[in-house]
């Protein structure tokens, strides 16, 4: 992933772009409507040449979208809905905060003297990564929690977006969703999101005005 920001190894792919572009305009403005303090934010998904991950979200509203890994998983614009809000939900609640911090105490300030370059020397290196686990794995279950109400008020589709993590569970090894990994396994997290989001469709019925 550094070495591809520091390449610039963007893909242009014009088609794919646009579809990206699209999805994330949907999915900021959803992020904007469940939290206020994100409503005047521009938010952008970059797309990188293989950096080595799905997708990754950083400080000013930007998320880097790995475009191999689109492409392998043939991601729909649904699926690719449900991963920017993912990310987008790590943006909500500050986790790249965390993040910081992290690094700061682990590494050094005046080593890492960005908050850009703090967040790309922890993704870059998986022993960062490791240490910081089991806060990590805190921050992805609130992201998921979050990111489902995000994805539900981006109108995109819940079933279709969902067999993102069908296609992620083929991708797993056995060692996914145990104690070294910062994710739980791939059908564990569609169980929990689509119980999350038929929780909120519950409570937006309960909510909504009753005829006469």
Do not use: C
């Amino acid at each position: 992933m550094r070495q591809a920001l520091k390449d610039r190894t963007l893909d242009k792919d014009p088609v794919l772009n646009a579809r990206v572009d699209t999805v994330m305009d949907a999915v900021g403005a959803a992020a904007a409507a469940i939290d206020s303090r994100f409503a005047r934010s521009s938010w952008s998904a970059i797309l990188i040449d293989d950096f080595g991950l799905g997708a990754a979200a950083f400080p000013g509203a930007v998320i880097l979208v790995d475009a191999k890994f689109v492409r392998r998983l043939q991601l729909n614009d649904d699926e690719l809905a449900l991963i920017f809000s993912h990310e987008a939900a790590h943006v909500l609640a500050g986790h790249a905060a965390a993040k910081l911090s992290f690094m700061a105490d682990f590494v050094g300030k005046d080593k890492l003297p960005t908050a850009r370059a703090a967040l790309v020397e922890f993704f870059a290196k998986d022993s960062y990564v490791a240490v910081f686990q089991p806060e990590a794995r805190q921050q992805e279950r609130e992201a998921d929690r979050v990111g489902a109400a995000i994805f539900l008020a981006s109108g995109y589709d819940v079933p279709k977006a969902l067999g993102l993590f069908d296609k992620l569970a083929k991708l797993e090894t056995p060692e996914v969703g145990q104690a070294g990994d910062t994710h739980d396994a791939a059908l564990v997290r569609k169980q929990i999101i689509a119980g999350v989001m038929a929780e909120l469709r519950r409570d937006q019925v309960r909510r909504s005005p009753q005829p006469r």
